[in-house]
């Protein structure tokens, strides 16, 4: 992916405010009509979250080439905030107007902002996203689950084991390195909406990696399909955007804060999202449990625990599922009270919840502000995980939802 970097990039270009609110607003008008609208990102969109370009002018593969340092400042992923490009994607993807997100970028921001994983194909992996190699269990992350590529840069072993009963499989990451063959679903999945696409427009990409610039490339190509590349440098696929207006010199953010005014649409603040289960066993002679396992939207294990301490108890659970033990002493309903550390990529504090014993199995949703640094806690008015909400229910929850 590296090598087709140029030594001394091409210098970026930024048209001016008017320029950009023009077709930002023919841009609108084509997403607000079209049936199938579909977006590609790359690397562009994340650089205003502190996380560097490939081929910019400070690109990672620029920077290597002129055989200097990658930039000291740059954010960790884990850290860094989804900007106003992935927010606008979030509120586009929750009122139905994008159909469908085909990602370059392994930082994993698209899914942590919103963006559903039936949305969304990542085709170089997700560095917070790991799998088994057996059962093929996938575990997101709230660390970097990248292996050590020690040996080779072909052994994806991350060094842990899969937790699905029975299954002790090996975990490997979802990173494509540089000769490798991307998974075949999300490439699949890209495919098909490439075709289906009547318009697809990019975002803070180069194009210039295949076999991912094939998406644009089949919606550009096909009859009813229209482009619209927003990149600062110019690329491959640039004589097949539909228009002049269509072709857009700018930061993505720039663009897309004007696509938004132009559709009346507001860019929603991000929020961290966290779903909790938290289940209680009764056991024999008064030796019961409480169970707490984070899980993503999907159901998929999501590591973003530190610890969990139970009032009254002496140590706290610092593994997964995080497993405490309580008793009864003939008392009809306890409230048990827990107190969650979190991993601390966004300085969270630690917040309590309460559980009743009566209820054997609740999903908790927890909801963080990076900016005002608060929790919220939203226990669903149900009990059995049956009942758990759909995806959609779920963003609709909170001040920043649709
Ligand atoms: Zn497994």
Known sequence: MANSAPKVAEAERFETDR??????????????HSKHFIVFT???????????????????????????????????TLQAIPTPTHMAL???????????????????????????????????????REYCRDCGKEYIR???AVAPYTKTVTDHRTGRKCSMPGCNG?????????????????????????KKADFCLVLGSSLTVPPACTIPEIAGKSKRGK????????????????????????????LMIAVMGHLCLEIPQFVLRRQLTVKVVMGERDRNQVILQGVDVDGTPSTFLKSVRLEGSRR?????????????????????????????????????????TQCSERLYLLEYSPYTREWQVVAKDYCELSEVPTFLDFTEIGANGP
């Open 19 to 32: 320029a950009i609110s023009l077709k930002a607003k023919d841009i609108a008008n084509l997403i607000k």
């Open 42 to 76: 790359g690397a562009g969109v994340s650089t205003s979250a502190g996380i560097p370009d490939f081929r910019g002018p400070d690109g990672v593969w620029t920077l290597r080439k002129q055989k200097r340092d990658a930039p000291s400042k740059a954010t960790s």
């Open 90 to 128: 979030v509120k586009l993807q929750n009122r139905g107007l994008l159909k469908y997100l085909v990602s370059q970028n392994c930082d994993g921001l698209h899914r942590k902002s919103g963006i559903a994983p039936e949305m969304i194909s990542e085709l170089h992996g997700n560095s917070n």
């Open 142 to 144: 709230d660390f970097r």
């Open 170 to 194: 090996v975990l490997l990451d979802t990173i494509i390195n540089f000769g490798e063959c991307l998974f075949e679903q999300p490439l699949k999945l890209a495919r098909e909406h490439g």
């Open 227 to 254: 482009l619209g590349i927003c990149n600062l440098q110019s690329t491959p696929l640039d004589h097949l955007v539909d228009g002049e207006s269509m072709r857009v010199f700018a930061r993505t953010d720039d």
């Open 316 to 356: 706290p659970a610092v593994t997964e599922p995080f497993t405490l033990s309580f008793r009864m002493d003939g008392q009809e309903e306890l409230r048990l009270k827990l107190e969650l550390e979190f991993m601390g990529n966004y300085l969270e504090p630690n917040v309590e919840i309460v559980h009743s």
